[in-house]
């Protein structure tokens, strides 16, 4: 008999975790989205409101957006116009020793590094495919790499692509 009530409780306690959410997706792990920008680079001003609206999109999806640049030379008074001629909503450093651009081996303004919170690297690349080339624009953008990835994430789902190559201004870290 006490089998068989310990079975019936059993069972019950699984039926209530299971209808109070126990079984439902967890909660995402905050993100962050390392943007290499240079204040310079015209690829990097193009894209300013494709970063803004994707900001808008995710920023309450437990994504976080930072804008890196990785110039020695980076002014904070420069970096702050970029800002505000371009309206910025994220927080934008300054990495004067490098130390971001070593980690993820950055090359290229704009190039994205999509990290989660426990440092493992999700996706690398091009925001999309609108640069082909230094100079050479697509009339119709056909990739979306990045939204696709914190789509994925959003939903918990898998990266289908998860490197790209990214175009744009060569990093330069030497003082």
């Given at each position: 008999?006490?089998?068989?009530?310990?079975?019936?409780?059993?069972?019950?306690?699984?039926?209530?975790?299971?209808?109070?959410?126990f079984?439902?997706?967890?909660?995402?792990?905050?993100?962050?989205?390392?943007?290499?920008?240079?204040?310079?680079?015209?690829?990097?001003?193009?894209?300013?409101?494709?970063?803004?609206?994707?900001?808008?999109?995710?920023?309450?999806?437990?994504?976080?957006?930072?804008?890196?640049?990785?110039?020695?030379?980076?002014?904070?008074?420069?970096?702050?116009k970029?800002?505000?001629?371009?309206?910025?909503?994220?927080?934008?450093?300054?990495?004067?020793?490098?130390?971001?651009?070593?980690?993820?081996s950055?090359?290229?303004?704009?190039?994205?590094?999509?990290?989660?919170?426990?440092?493992?690297?999700?996706?690398s690349?091009?925001?999309?495919?609108?640069?082909?080339?230094?100079?050479?624009?697509?009339?119709?953008?056909?990739?979306?790499?990045?939204?696709?990835?914190?789509?994925?994430?959003?939903?918990?789902?898998?990266?289908?692509?998860?490197?790209?190559?990214?175009?744009?201004?060569?990093?330069?870290?030497?003082?």
């Open positions: 008999m006490k089998n068989i009530l310990f079975k019936t409780i059993f069972l019950l306690a699984l039926l209530i975790l299971g209808l109070s959410g079984t439902q997706k967890s909660t995402p792990r905050e993100t962050t989205v390392y943007i290499f920008l240079s204040e310079t680079c015209p690829i990097c001003q193009s894209y300013t409101l494709t970063l803004k609206e994707l900001y808008k999109k995710y920023s309450d999806k437990n994504v976080k957006f930072v804008g890196v640049f990785p110039n020695y030379y980076a002014d904070s008074d420069e970096i702050q970029f800002k505000n001629k371009y309206s910025i909503p994220f927080p934008l450093i300054i990495d004067k020793d490098a130390e971001l651009t070593k980690h993820f950055a090359t290229i303004t704009p190039e994205v590094f999509v990290e989660n919170s426990e440092k493992q690297l999700l996706y690349g091009r925001i999309d495919d609108s640069f082909f080339a230094i100079g050479k624009r697509r009339k119709v953008i056909t990739t979306n790499e990045l939204a696709d990835a914190l789509n994925a994430i959003a939903n918990n789902e898998p990266i289908k692509v998860n490197k790209t190559q990214a175009v744009g201004c060569i990093i330069s870290i030497s003082k």
